[in-house]
Every structure is written in C-alpha cells, then in structure tokens.
C-alpha cells in the first residue's frame, strides 16, 4: 500500500509560481509511474503531467511551457514546477502513483490562482 501525501498549495497572484511536492511512502518508488492531475469545481479529474521511472514525461497541451514535472528517486518524491500560473489553474491538485494494475491518490492539494 503507498501512501502520497502532497503539499505546496496556495493562493498566488496571476503570472505566479508555485512548486508543488509529493512524497510517497509504503512502496518501491523507482518502480511507480508518478502523475499530478487536478480537478477544477464543476469539471472532470484531468491528467495535468506524468513522469515514467526511466523520467519520461508527459503534459497536458494547456500546461506545456509552463509546467515541469520531475521526480527525486533518493526522496521518495515528485514535484509539479508551475510558473506563469492563470485562473484556469485554479484546482484541487492530485499526486498518482500507478504501478500496473495498482493505483493510488493523495488527498490533494488546493490551489488558487487570483489576484
């Protein structure tokens, strides 16, 4: 069973950064494919980035640019870099680890993007 605890989140101005951290525990790490997805009111859960064990990437087409995903095997956790953030960023952001058929979530994660 893996545990993901995420933190970073916070009310930041229009054009703001913000670094998202996730840290994991209970499992292997270097074993886990490590996602960020958020979930905005009204709308659906939606992949936002994710990083492969051999650390390849993926983004979605809105935060390309902008975003940057990246793991540290040594500290058991994965970061989501924001920059440039908009009101469209404004969600819940959720940590995913995924491993075959097993999948788990943190508990998420707010952020606010306003001024």
């Known amino acids: 069973q893996v545990q993901l605890v995420e933190s970073g989140g916070d009310l930041v101005q229009p054009g703001g950064s913000l670094r998202l951290s996730c840290v994991a525990s209970g499992g292997t790490f270097t074993f886990y494919a490590m996602g960020w997805y958020r979930q905005a009111p009204g709308k659906e859960r939606e992949l936002v980035a994710s990083?492969?064990?051999?650390?390849?990437?993926n983004y979605a087409d809105s935060v390309k640019g902008r975003f940057t995903i990246s793991r540290d095997n040594a500290k058991n956790t994965v970061y989501l870099q924001m920059n440039n953030l908009g009101p469209e960023d404004t969600a819940v952001y959720y940590c995913n680890a995924g491993l075959s058929r097993a999948d788990y979530w943190g508990q998420g994660t707010q952020v606010t993007v306003s001024s």
């Open positions: 990083i492969t064990p051999g650390r390849r990437t």
